[in-house]
């Protein structure tokens, strides 16, 4: 236990991989010539819905919404499914094939916490319910990669209004599936587990919140967080939780999974702001995914003339962290 323990220091530095070491790992995975896997990507990620149709298969492509705007230039989809951050699968970018085993039908979603009637809905039910959309957005991990995917999915809002939550709620609270058997890494009892995540009500009800259970036009890749994952794409991608089975109302602020783990580099809002370093980077650009070159980050990453008001009474507050 005191050997693992210090892996606990060593966890943001894992989160702080570069892309660069990830792709020289699979060029060396080439050279030792087991990369022709590696090499068949694409056509390896679609062939997972041959053997299982996705019931939702249907819904998609969703009519776009351009209101917030369609950022260009958009990320290849071979980059955005195999370039990945789900911890419980794998602690590096590679987890996409091992994020297969992980069954998304059925997927119950338990409502409840501050809520008129707790309840449990299946995905398909809820989609069935939703307006499904998709909206072009751009992401911004905290390691500073950054891409541009057309999510396809539903305000945070509409699933808020279909939770009914008591007046007094101030923070809805998403969880991931705990299932250790499939997501090998939850057997490392030193990480939170399950992944949690949350945003103030208000964040919630805005405009750009929103729920991606599809992307590129089909459903959402299990590596990307299928069924259904949180996307606020003016705050740090480790808001994202993915693959969410749980949804409470509450009037305490939640603690997530990495700010458990290291408060004083991951905290509640995470929004992007090129100014404020993070503690040991600079957070002023940023590295497209399949780009060489370094762009500037933007503040809120662009999105600050449709959420920039939900700060101004909390100046006091760590906003960018
Ligand atoms: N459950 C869970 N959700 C998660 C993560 C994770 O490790 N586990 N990683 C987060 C981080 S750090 C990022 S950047 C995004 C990555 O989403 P993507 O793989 O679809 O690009 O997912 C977020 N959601
Ligand atoms: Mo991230």
Redesign the pocket.
């Known amino acids: 236990m005191l050997i693992k323990r210090t892996r606990g220091w060593e966890l943001p530095e894992r989160l702080a991989t570069p892309e660069s070491s990830y792709l020289k790992r699979r060029d060396l995975v080439r050279a030792m010539g087991l990369g022709a896997a590696a090499l068949a990507l694409p056509s390896a990620v679609m062939a997972q819905d041959k053997t299982a149709p996705d019931p939702s298969a249907g819904l998609y492509p969703a009519k776009r919404n351009d209101k917030y705007g369609v950022p260009t230039p958009m990320t290849a989809e071979r980059q955005?499914t195999t370039y990945?951050?789900?911890?419980?699968f794998g602690t590096d970018k590679s987890i996409w094939r091992e994020a297969q085993k992980l069954d998304v039908r059925p997927w119950t979603i338990k409502v409840g916490g501050m809520v008129e009637k707790p309840f449990e809905v299946g995905i398909d039910d809820l989609l069935a319910k939703m307006p499904l959309e998709e909206r072009v957005y751009r992401?911004r991990?905290?390691e500073t990669w950054s891409?541009i995917v057309p999510w396809s999915g539903f305000p945070v809002r509409s699933l808020v209004e279909f939770c009914k939550p008591l007046g007094s709620a101030k923070y809805v609270v998403m969880k991931?599936l705990s299932k250790p058997s499939v997501m090998r890494e939850q057997r490392d009892l030193l990480y939170p587990w399950p992944?949690t995540e949350g945003l103030a009500m208000d964040e919630a009800m805005n405009d750009l919140a929103f729920i991606a259970t599809g992307l590129y036009g089909k459903p959402i890749p299990k590596?990307?967080?299928a069924p259904l994952?949180l996307v606020a794409p003016w705050k740090y991608?480790?808001k994202?939780?993915?693959?969410i089975v749980s949804i409470d109302f509450t009037d305490k602020r939640p603690v997530s999974f990495w700010e458990k783990l290291q408060s004083s580099e991951y905290g509640f809002w995470a929004n992007v702001n090129p100014e404020v370093p993070h503690p040991r980077w600079s957070q002023a650009t940023e590295k497209p995914l399949g780009s060489d070159a370094r762009i500037p980050t933007l503040l809120y990453n662009g999105y600050a003339e449709f959420v920039s008001g939900l700060y101004t009474d909390r100046k006091a507050e760590k906003l960018f962290i």
Do not use: I, L
Not at 240 to 243: D, E, T
């Open positions: 955005a990945n951050n789900f911890y419980e992401h991990c905290v891409m991931t992944y590596q990307n967080g994952r991608g480790f994202n939780v993915k693959s």
